[in-house]
C-alpha cells in the first residue's frame, strides 16, 4: 500500500470514527462539570433513556438515507401509543392493543411511503401533512385525557430486565441487529443507499424500483415508530397526547445526524445513529442532573440540532475533499458502480 493509500485509509477511519470521538469528548467534559452524570448507576439509565430515542433515529436514518425525511414519527409515537392503550380497555388485552398499534404505525408509514413514492410529493410537505393529521387523530381519541397502562405485560416491557439488563435496552439493541442485517447484507439496504446517493431518476434508469422501495422505507419507518411507541408507554405506565412529540422528534433527528447519516442522503450507518442517540441522551440527562430548568431543555435541544447540522457539514466537506484525492488517483468510482449494479 501507498503513501498516498495509507494516508486516505486513515482519513476514512477518522470520518468513521466521528461520532464516537464525539461520545468520548462530551464524556470527558461532563466527567469534569458534573462527575454524578458518569457514575455507574447514571450512565445505564442514560442508556435506558437513549433506547426509545435509538429506536425511532435508526427508522429516521433510512428515511433520511433516501434524502427523505419524516417529521410525523414524533406525533406518530403519541397516536400509537394513545390508540394502543385505548383500545385495550380496563381489563388490558395486550394482544389487541398491539394489533391496533401495529395497524395505526404501519398504516402511517404506508401513507408516507405512497405520497412521496407514488405521488412524488417532496418528503417534507408530505410528511408535515401527515404529522398535522396524526396530531389531530391524537387529540381526538385522547379525549378523556391521560390514560393508564393497566397490563403488566406491558409494563414490564418498559421497566423489567432480561438477566440484570433492562428491556428497552435489549430491546434497542435486537432492533439494532435487524437493522445492520437489513442495510448491509440485504438487497434492502443496498436498493436505500443507491436512491440517496444520486437522483431518484438514475435509480429508477439503473432499474430500481424507486417507488416502490420508498414505500417500504416508510412503512419500516411506520412500524420502528410503533416499537417506539410501546416502549415507551410500558416504561412511562401512563399515556397522554404530548407523549413523544416534536421533542422526540427532535432527539431522533439529533441522534441520527450526530451520529453520522448525512441530510443530504447516501450516507448512515447503524452504529453512529445509536451512538448518536446515548450522546443525546446523555447531554438532556446531564441537565436535568445539573439542576437546568426543565424549560430550557428545549432551547438546548435547538441547539444540539444547530451543531448536529454544523458537524454534518463539515463531515460533508471534509468527505468531498477525500472522494476528490480518491479520484484523482484513481481509487474511487469501482465501488460505486457495483453498488449501482447490485441494486439493480
Known amino acids: 500500500m501507498s503513501g498516498h493509500d495509507t494516508r486516505l485509509s486513515a482519513q476514512r477511519l477518522i470520518l468513521a470514527s466521528a ?3 464525539l461520545l468520548l469528548v462530551f464524556l470527558a467534559v461532563i466527567a469534569v462539570v458534573e462527575p454524578r452524570v458518569v457514575e455507574p448507576s447514571n450512565l445505564k439509565e442514560v442508556v435506558i433513556q437513549a433506547s426509545p430515542i435509538a429506536i425511532l433515529a435508526l427508522g429516521a436514518m433510512v428515511v433520511l438515507i433516501t434524502g427523505g425525511i419524516d417529521l410525523s414519527a414524533g406525533f406518530g409515537v403519541a397516536m400509537i401509543a394513545v390508540a394502543m392503550v385505548g383500545s385495550m380497555g380496563i381489563e388490558g388485552d395486550l394482544l389487541h392493543g398491539l394489533l391496533i398499534a401495529l395497524l395505526f404505525g404501519l398504516g402511517l408509514g404506508l401513507v408516507n411511503g405512497l405520497l412521496v413514492g407514488v405521488l412524488r410529493i ?33 409494563l414490564r416491557i418498559g421497566t423489567g430486565t432480561v438477566a440484570g439488563i433492562p428491556f428497552p435496552i435489549v430491546i ?17 439496504g443496498v436498493r436505500t443507499y443507491a436512491i440517496g446517493s444520486g437522483e431518484p431518476d438514475a435509480a429508477r434508469l439503473s432499474g430500481v424500483p424507486v ?7 416508510y412503512v419500516l419507518a411506520g412500524l420502528l415508530t410503533t416499537v417506539t411507541a410501546v416502549l415507551l408507554a410500558g416504561r412511562s405506565g401512563v399515556v397522554a397526547p404530548n407523549i413523544g412529540g416534536v421533542s422526540l422528534l427532535l432527539d431522533a433527528i439529533a441522534a441520527t445526524v ?3 447519516t448525512s441530510i443530504f442522503g447516501g450516507r448512515g450507518t447503524v452504529w453512529g445513529t445509536l451512538v448518536g ?3 443525546i441522551a446523555l447531554i438532556t440527562n446531564a441537565l436535568r442532573v445539573s439542576g437546568a430548568d426543565a424549560s430550557s431543555l428545549d432551547l438546548w435541544r435547538g441547539g444540539i440540532i444547530g451543531l448536529a447540522l454544523l458537524v454534518d457539514a463539515a463531515l460533508q466537506f471534509l468527505r468531498r475533499r477525500l472522494e476528490d484525492r480518491e479520484i484523482s488517483l484513481g481509487t474511487a468510482g469501482a465501488a460505486d458502480d457495483d453498488r449501482v449494479a447490485a441494486a439493480a
Do not use: E, N, Y
Open 211 to 217: 417507488a416502490r422501495h420508498l414505500v417500504l422505507v
Open 19 to 21: 461520532p464516537l470521538v
Open 172 to 188: 434497542a439493541a435486537g432492533v439494532a441487529l435487524v437493522m445492520i442485517v437489513l442495510m448491509r447484507l440485504t438487497r434492502f
Open 277 to 279: 442517540a446515548i450522546i
Open 122 to 154: 417532496p418528503a417534507f410537505i408530505a410528511t408535515l401533512a401527515t404529522f398535522t393529521a396524526v396530531q389531530g387523530v391524537t387529540l381526538t381519541r385522547a379525549k378523556s385525557g391521560t390514560l393508564i397502562v393497566s397490563d403488566p405485560t406491558l
Open 258 to 260: 450526530i451520529g453520522g
